[in-house]
């Protein structure tokens, strides 16, 4: 919620590591009750609809290819941010958070018409 009220200032030279960075967005992801659910509900949905096999190496893999998305995704939604911050200051990260905003309003409002139509028809 801190990125909506102002950006994030920038680092102090040696503030902090980027692995223990890291290391606390893991944590503070692993906690979040709201992330586990979505994930949980993931992992049903994967599972009844066959597209996850039971068993270790299955889950392995799906543990890894979750994980490697996520790091990609997050990286280059990083180094988009840092080169349009560079850019235009407060003015472009606060547009990137909007348009960040309304593509979560769509995905949602998506799901809520196909969940819709899957209920009544």
């Known amino acids: ?3 909506w009220q102002r950006p994030n200032a920038p680092a102090a030279a040696g503030a902090a590591s980027p692995g223990r960075e890291f290391a606390l967005g893991v944590a503070l992801c692993a906690t979040n009750p709201l992330f586990l659910g979505f994930w949980l509900s993931v992992i049903s949905w994967c599972r009844d609809g ?5 068993g270790a190496p299955t889950a392995a893999a799906f543990l890894a290819g ?15 941010g840092a ?16 348009a960040a905003g309304l593509l979560f309003l769509g995905a949602a409002a998506w799901c809520v018409l196909d969940l819709w139509r899957e209920s009544f028809g």
Do not use: H, K, Q
């Not at 066959?50 to 039971?54: E, I, P, S, V, Y």
């Not at 979750?66 to 180094?79: E, H, P, Q, T």
């Not at 850019?87 to 909007?98: D, E, P, S, Y």
């Open 66 to 80: 979750v994980a490697a998305g996520d790091a990609a995704w997050f990286a280059l939604l990083s180094r988009l």
């Open 83 to 98: 080169a349009l911050g560079a850019g235009g200051g407060a003015a472009v990260l606060g547009r990137i958070n909007g």
């Open 1 to 3: 919620l801190r990125s």
């Open 50 to 54: 066959g597209w996850l096999a039971t």
